[in-house]
């Protein structure tokens, strides 16, 4: 039987007219893609590996484009108030006196959350990064932000399964893509940035929530799972 709409309320006719919006916005809906979105890599280098023990001794960020571009470079030099051990210097170079005019934590993180805001942060092994922010700022008594972090770790072993190791140094190496220096922050963020980018080499149109699914889920900095 044929329906004469023109019999329909007005008001019925608006709902028709929204269903049929909101149905054709989910069939032609364009998943955010990995390309136009704001990463920030960043890397800690600590006096040792104990959030609850040690301390940060320096933080480094790179903000980029998930095309590529790279956006803006930090790095900061952080006095731990304690002394680095020996064999924390021996990993990263950092000396005790080197961090004994700079900043403590809860001067440098403000500068750190505005650098980050509005992006996905990435870092490897990001467990170890995120376990001593959060250290840090419990300490300073700092409401901790619920900032994703993609952990870039799980990532490469997805993306890389041939690789031998997942060290940033070594699959470098493996994917000729390795740079002067390792196990300084800023350097470290580069060597994140790097690899990322080689991976999407093959994934030139993925989505972001192929590449959450690829790193295992994005964590919330304070916790909480994405």
């Not at 470079?73 to 002394?83: D, E, G, R, Y």
């Not at 995120?130 to 250290?135: D, E, Q, V, W, Y």
Request: charged letters at 15%; aromatic letters at 12%.
């Amino acid at each position: 039987m044929a329906v004469d709409y023109d019999l329909f309320p007005m008001f019925v006719k608006a709902q028709i007219l929204t269903a049929a919006i909101l149905v054709a916005g989910a069939l032609f809906a364009v998943e955010p893609l990995v390309k136009d979105a704001v990463f920030t890599a960043f890397d800690t280098e600590t006096t040792g590996f104990s959030p609850k023990n040690d301390r940060i001794v320096e933080i480094g960020a790179v903000r980029f484009c998930g095309n590529g571009e790279i956006l803006s470079v930090t790095n900061w030099l952080i006095n731990p108030q304690m002394p680095i051990p020996f064999y924390a210097t021996e990993v990263h170079g950092i000396t005790t006196e080197m961090v004994t005019n700079a900043p403590v934590f809860s001067s440098v993180w403000p500068e750190f959350a505005a650098f980050c805001q509005g992006s996905i942060l990435l870092a490897h092994n990001a467990t170890f990064d995120t376990g001593f922010l959060r250290a840090e700022l419990e300490r300073a008594g700092i409401e901790t932000p619920a900032f994703p972090v993609g952990n870039t770790l799980p990532l490469f072993r997805r993306w890389f399964p041939q690789a031998a190791s997942y060290s940033l140094e070594p699959l470098s190496l493996f994917l000729g893509v390795q740079g002067d220096s390792y196990h300084r922050a800023a350097a470290d963020a580069f060597h994140i940035i790097n690899i990322f980018n080689e991976g999407l080499k093959s994934r030139p149109g993925m989505s972001l929530q192929q590449l959450e699914s690829d790193a295992g889920g994005f964590e919330r900095l304070d916790g909480r799972k994405n």
